[in-house]
């Protein structure tokens, strides 16, 4: 159990959105090392099937699995979705979790007593298809209404780099928004780990009366949770003997492009990266025996 | 050299955009049978480095290769800029162009006779960055000056369906020709196969001054001289002994997703095309033997 409690936490999304996720966790577990892997050479995942999906999302927990992680994040509401219970059967011993659940169980939350609350979600268009927020919201209010809206334009431009001054920024929150607004949502749901970029903008363009739900937070506590009953919390050895709190290292693997990331990731993760390690997908493709990864020179 | 006559010409894309080149391949070119693949499940190719847009447009063709065409069109800007000289060199027996040469030639032909013509731009970042369009100017006229332009969420908005009336997509386009109108360009050169969608939009914003040149035009013209040279051209052949013109087919294959892909190509098309048929890139993985098409029940 003990060599379990020094594994790394794995994060796995389609490109840099869920470096938003890595910066909650480190925040609330500075001790614990991660290793986070991007699908740079085949992102988005938010227009793509439930099948297609589901392989590249197979392929890559086969590449971490030799690592012997202590958990993995699915850190992509998409592949969340679309794939999360199908990696669940297919790797028994791994333990696995998403960001669908903690976003739709904070958003219960926080509509509190009301009696019919209305629930807003933006995501992208494969994550609103798959209804999973629906199920995992009516599967605690019965009664929720929710208004569901695909935002297919966020992620193209917050890879842009695109600051939330820029007024094509705005036209197009506001236009997605506008429906939601006037159906007088209760909490709005970020059901993308990409869209906490635009939070601040997010919550001026809804006003004080909707409550904003970052699935990225939600999901750094519920990994904490998890850990915790699990009793592999690496916090816990640190205190015993350590004058200094541990310092946990982060480590990236990207399938392309190792510099364009390193570039866009302090934007999510809030501080710099070093350039992540590059691994051929192609490495991934029906490889059970693990994949190789090769740091690409500078 | 009769049976390569009655070969298809395969036109190959990341998605959908490569529609609009069959689409002016069919206006100039009825009798011909054309088969198009569109990498949907790894689209868009755009925002991707070399290595990896050269893998998979080598996998494309190693897929196409048993079909015996005639021709092969890389019917996408990024795809022609990053893998198409490669391509030649490691199939010496096939007949491959692009769509960037084309286009150039247009360009310069528009210019006329001005002395040092100003030429815009716009593409995807991994156009851009590739200089493809910079060598193929400046290698017919030294002294042109060029305006080169990323414009990334042009591929996206027209995958989102928007139209020409959108708010949203006039500030974009006005967003990123600003500086082109602004450095009094006189050749706007449309490098991405997309952007013909908006060409009434953009030729309205760049004023009745500036040429803007629809590279899947050109390209279609460059196909139809390349085969007439090699007297491969299909409409000879019904020339000479049928009473009515031949009509060829349109095949097509994705990667992912054929029902999304049968709705959105009419945009770019400009008729209906029925479901095509899937085929995964774990099929083109490595593989040098045929990959085997399935289609999907719709």
Same mark, same amino acid.
Request: a positive charge; charged letters at 20%.
């Given at each position: 159990?003990?060599?379990?409690?020094?594994? *790394? =936490?794995?994060?796995?999304?389609? &490109?840099?959105?869920?470096?938003? %996720?890595?910066? $909650?966790?480190?925040?609330? !577990?500075?001790?614990?090392?991660?290793?986070?892997?991007?699908?740079?050479?085949?992102?988005?995942?938010?227009?793509?099937?439930?099948?297609?999906?589901?392989?590249?999302?197979?392929?890559?927990?086969?590449?971490?699995?030799?690592?012997?992680?202590?958990?993995?994040?699915?850190?992509?509401?998409?592949?969340?979705?679309?794939?999360?219970?199908?990696?669940?059967?297919?790797?028994?011993?791994?333990?696995?979790?998403?960001?669908?659940?903690?976003?739709?169980?904070?958003?219960?939350?926080?509509?509190?007593?009301?009696?019919?609350?209305?629930?807003?979600?933006?995501?992208?268009?494969?994550?609103?298809?798959?209804?999973?927020?629906?199920?995992?919201?009516?599967?605690?209010?019965?009664?929720?209404?929710?208004?569901?809206?695909?935002?297919?334009?966020?992620? *193209? =431009?917050?890879?842009?780099?695109? &600051?939330?001054?820029?007024?094509? %920024?705005?036209? $197009?929150?506001?236009?997605? !928004?506008?429906?939601?607004?006037?159906?007088?949502?209760?909490?709005?749901?970020?059901?993308?780990?990409?869209?906490?970029?635009?939070?601040?903008?997010?919550?001026?363009?809804?006003?004080?009366?909707?409550?904003?739900?970052?699935?990225?937070?939600?999901?750094?506590?519920?990994?904490?949770?998890?850990?915790?009953?699990?009793?592999?919390?690496?916090?816990?050895?640190?205190?015993?003997?350590?004058?200094?709190?541990?310092?946990?290292?982060?480590?990236?693997?990207?399938?392309?492009?190792?510099?364009?990331?390193?570039?866009?990731?302090?934007?999510?993760?809030?501080?710099?990266?070093?350039?992540?390690?590059?691994?051929?997908?192609?490495?991934?493709?029906?490889?059970?025996?693990?994949?190789?990864?090769?740091?690409?020179?500078?």
């Amino acid at each position: 159990m003990n060599q379990l409690r020094s594994s *790394p =936490i794995v994060v796995l999304d389609s &490109g840099l959105g869920g470096l938003t %996720v890595v910066r $909650a966790l480190r925040a609330k !577990l500075p001790a614990e090392d991660i290793v986070y892997l991007g699908d740079t050479a085949r992102l988005p995942y938010g227009s793509k099937t439930a099948t297609t999906v589901t392989r590249f999302v197979k392929e890559i927990i086969y590449f971490v699995e030799p690592m012997r992680p202590k958990h993995i994040v699915i850190a992509c509401n998409t592949a969340t979705a679309l794939a999360l219970p199908t990696m669940r059967a297919e790797f028994p011993g791994l333990s696995i979790s998403g960001v669908i659940e903690p976003g739709a169980k904070a958003a219960i939350v926080a509509a509190g007593a009301k009696q019919c609350p209305i629930f807003g979600v933006i995501a992208t268009e494969a994550t609103i298809r798959s209804k999973a927020y629906e199920r995992a919201i009516h599967r605690r209010r019965q009664h929720a209404q929710l208004l569901l809206c695909p935002t297919p334009l966020l992620v *193209p =431009i917050i890879e842009e780099g695109r &600051g939330s001054n820029d007024p094509l %920024v705005q036209l $197009a929150i506001k236009q997605y !928004l506008a429906p939601l607004i006037k159906h007088r949502m209760d909490v709005l749901v970020l059901g993308c780990t990409h869209y906490p970029v635009f939070k601040g903008l997010i919550c001026l363009t809804v006003g004080p009366r909707v409550r904003v739900i970052d699935s990225a937070e939600q999901c750094a506590d519920d990994v904490a949770r998890r850990l915790k009953d699990r009793s592999l919390l690496r916090t816990e050895v640190a205190a015993e003997g350590a004058m200094k709190a541990r310092q946990g290292s982060l480590r990236c693997f990207v399938t392309d492009d190792p510099k364009r990331f390193a570039v866009l990731a302090p934007r999510f993760l809030g501080c710099q990266v070093g350039t992540p390690s590059w691994v051929s997908p192609e490495e991934f493709a029906g490889a059970r025996a693990p994949a190789v990864s090769i740091t690409v020179p500078a």
